[in-house]
């Protein structure tokens, strides 16, 4: 497959996804749902069933990054054999503000009750994540990012979500003209950005294998020549003495743009031939008075501190260009959360490309999702405290798009 095949869009890696294909059977559902939801299911079968209409929502400001969890409830409504009426509040990459509703999901209070579990786990962070992803985009948006959020995920499931997300973001970005994520380091979740593979080169492991940062280039060149080539240079702390001889070993990829070092020193010390003083130079060289604006002490590290600084990725690009490798391309990493973008934005960072898991909520209680009843066959009630949600039902009647 292309990114250009039909069955690599966004919406199909979408109807593939594992976590909209199930589980789907009642009693895995309730094995997995919280207990009083299932006990809740056979009190109602009892005394008789009702037809409810569920609001879900989230107390903070997120954006709408709701696929996966309605094409579940779809694929769950099928194979059990009822009816459900889910009604999006909001397109997919729309601003939602903090507590409105985005879904209203009608149907059976014994069907739908040991659902609730399954349904906030699939839409909380998931909105929160593209609300990031769309930030961070924002805050540069002539850079393209790289999702490589996967090792930093609790298993495939929530892999997979992030992946969605950060498409999502990426696309409401777009429409505001920035470049936003790309694609991203694996296969499996590649198509959520329109592509048939992950993308990315080689770990510090391979260089580790080979014994220096060149021999791991000729190695990955030698297997992949025609691919473009990204080596990791801060292996032996080193940065600029090996991505200048990988350079002079591969003047044609330089010159043609086909060759990019990538920065992703770690927060324990300065790229090679730096420290304080010399990182203020930098500086004060490319972007004077950036260095006058900083606000907090995250911002002066992000700037002239350890790391994958400012400092960091100019230095790199000055010692490029001196050596006359001006279409040598820079990839940055490590801890480019939306902070961080926005410190690169104000400091003109020279960045062709930034890969990033960042966009994975940081603070997990922000993804909390929330689903109230407001209705019981038809008559309004929900719990005191939530009567706001009462006009938005009211409302939605002439703003929703039902996807039953």
């Not at 992946?163 to 380091?185: D, L, M, P, Q, T």
């Amino acid at each position: 497959m292309t990114a250009s095949d039909p069955q690599n869009t966004p919406q199909a890696a979408l109807r593939r996804a594992l976590g909209t294909l199930g589980p789907l059977d009642e009693t895995t559902i309730e094995a997995r749902t919280d207990a009083y939801f299932g006990r809740t299911r056979h009190i109602v079968e009892h005394f008789g069933d009702s037809r409810v209409t569920y609001a879900v929502f989230i107390r903070r400001p997120v954006i709408a990054a709701c696929g996966l969890v309605t094409q579940w409830l779809k694929n769950v409504a099928e194979a059990q054999g009822f009816d459900l009426q889910c009604r999006e509040m909001y397109a997919e990459g729309e601003w939602v503000g903090a507590g409105e509703p985005l879904l209203y999901l009608t149907g059976s209070f014994s069907r739908l009750a040991p659902l609730e579990t399954l349904v906030l786990q699939r839409i909380g962070s998931t909105c929160v994540a593209a609300h990031n992803a769309y930030q961070m985009a924002m805050a540069l948006p002539s850079i393209p990012f790289l999702a490589m959020d996967a090792r930093h995920c609790a298993g495939f499931e929530m892999q997979e979500q992030m992946a969605y997300a950060a498409g999502v973001g990426s696309r409401a970005a777009r429409k505001e003209g920035a470049r936003g994520f790309i694609g991203n380091a694996n296969d499996a979740t590649a198509g959520f950005f329109g592509l048939d593979a992950g993308l990315g080169t080689m770990p510090h492991a391979l260089i580790g294998y080979a014994g220096s940062t060149l021999r791991a280039a000729e190695m990955y060149d030698e297997v992949y020549p025609n691919d473009p080539l990204t080596v990791l240079v801060d292996y032996f702390g080193q940065e600029i003495t090996d991505a200048l001889a990988v350079c002079r070993r591969f003047p044609e990829r330089a010159a043609k743009g086909h060759l990019s070092v990538r920065l992703d020193t770690h927060g324990g010390r300065f790229l090679e031939g730096l420290d304080p003083q010399t990182s203020y130079g930098v500086l004060e060289r490319h972007t004077p008075g950036t260095i006058r604006r900083y606000r907090s002490d995250q911002e002066l590290r992000d700037l002239v501190g350890t790391g994958v600084s400012a400092a960091a990725i100019w230095r790199m690009r000055e010692a490029l260009d001196h050596a006359g490798f001006h279409h040598v391309r820079i990839v940055a990493s490590s801890g480019f959360n939306v902070a961080k973008c926005s410190t690169m934005r104000d400091a003109h960072a020279p960045i062709d490309v930034i890969g990033s898991g960042s966009f994975i909520p940081d603070r997990w209680s922000e993804t909390y999702a929330t689903a109230d009843i407001v209705a019981y066959d038809g008559q309004p009630r929900v719990k005191l405290g939530r009567e706001f949600l009462l006009q938005k039902v009211r409302d939605s009647h002439e703003t929703s798009k039902d996807i039953s």
